[in-house]
């Protein structure tokens, strides 16, 4: 019989809290019996709640954790301060290997610091990107990094390209992944010098499909699979992306709603609109990986709903069978035998 893999969810973290957590839990272990969640937090909340759901109960667990860490309070000092809260005893639990992966909708600067100072990162690896799965023309690309490292260096950004390329090739199944690098424009000497630095590196990689720079208006148009930056570009392109989809889905609703002759065309294409609107609808593809850590570290959106942690859950079954931090071991192996002249 198949082990099952162990997710802790921080049931205290998020607007939605502990509910749709909790939902999203029972949704998650009803779905898949290969899966058993732990519920990190405030156990006299979430037992009540838990009560009223049917599913195996060998398959969802609590544990208490009394503290809650806010969005107003400093990460790190949160951290440290708050030795039981949800997010602490969460990524312990990965750390400690009581749990394969943690997922949060918690304060995400805590959830980065706590990633870092209590999970820690595997060994040659320089920083851990967030790794944001956005919707393309054609499917899907990976958006690494989309927010926890603002200020890189070259080799950073080069380490993110090599980890999105093992995570969009064995967890979405993208064959030979196009790396691009975001920039002002396509040509070599185009952007800033973290930028050209970080071409002239990735050009040299072997072990990628580098295709060279890419604009943001083509990110959209599935230009690259993997789109690599510095995390604060990562995380204004993230949030353009999420505002300008927003607008257009209400543009598009409101304007279907607006004659009878526009509502009766709405009747006709509603099951094939319905199906183009959920493939821009984030909560389909589940929260955002730190690539390369000591474990799996999983922060979905702070207004995260049932769905979205369901299928941040089914994210980590995936993340860890196809065993994608011993790939990203390997190419570290790899890349020292590299200097080592071996």
């Not at 851990?128 to 890189?152: E, F, Q």
């Not at 890419?214 to 995380?235: L, M, Q, Y």
């Not at 709603?257 to 065309?265: D, F, M, N, W």
């Not at 690539?291 to 860890?320: D, P």
């Amino acid at each position: 019989m198949q082990e099952k893999i162990i997710v802790a969810v921080d049931a205290m973290g998020g607007d939605n809290a502990p509910l749709e957590m909790i939902k999203g839990s029972v949704d998650a272990v009803n779905q898949n019996p290969q899966i058993r969640v732990i519920l990190v937090g405030q156990e006299e909340k979430i037992s009540p709640i838990l009560s009223q759901f049917t599913y195996p109960k060998d398959q969802i667990g609590i544990r208490n954790a009394t503290e809650v860490i806010s969005t107003e309070e400093t990460p790190v000092l949160a951290i440290r301060k708050k030795k039981d809260s949800s997010i602490v005893v969460g990524e312990r639990m990965v750390k400690e290997k009581e749990a394969d992966a943690f997922v949060s909708a918690g304060s995400t600067g805590a959830v980065l610091a706590g990633a870092s100072l209590i999970t820690g990162r595997l060994k040659g690896i320089e920083r851990t990107p967030l790794g944001t799965l956005i919707p393309t023309a054609k499917g899907v690309a990976l958006l690494a990094d989309s927010g926890a490292n603002v200020d890189c260096k070259a080799s950073y950004l080069v380490q993110f390209a090599k980890m999105g390329s093992i995570y969009m090739e064995h967890v979405m199944g993208v064959k030979n992944p196009r790396v691009g690098l975001v920039n002002i424009g396509v040509e070599e000497e185009k952007g800033n010098s973290l930028v050209k630095e970080a071409y002239g590196l990735l050009k040299d990689c072997q072990d990628i499909h580098f295709i060279g720079n890419i604009e943001a208006r083509e990110i959209p148009n599935a230009g690259a699979d993997v789109v690599v930056c510095d995390g604060f570009v990562g995380n204004v392109i993230l949030k353009m992306y999420e505002g300008v989809g927003s607008v257009l889905i209400k543009k598009i609703k409101k304007t279907l709603t607006s004659s009878l002759t526009t509502k009766i065309g709405a009747v006709l294409i509603k099951s094939a609109l319905k199906e183009t609107l959920k493939s821009f609808d984030a909560t389909e593809y589940g929260g955002a990986p730190m690539l390369g850590l000591n474990g799996l570290v999983v922060k979905t959106h702070g207004n995260a709903k049932a769905q979205e942690v369901r299928n941040s859950i089914l994210q980590c079954l995936t993340f860890q069978e196809q065993r994608i931090n011993d790939k990203i071991k390997e190419f570290l192996d790899q890349e020292r035998r590299i200097k080592d002249g071996i």
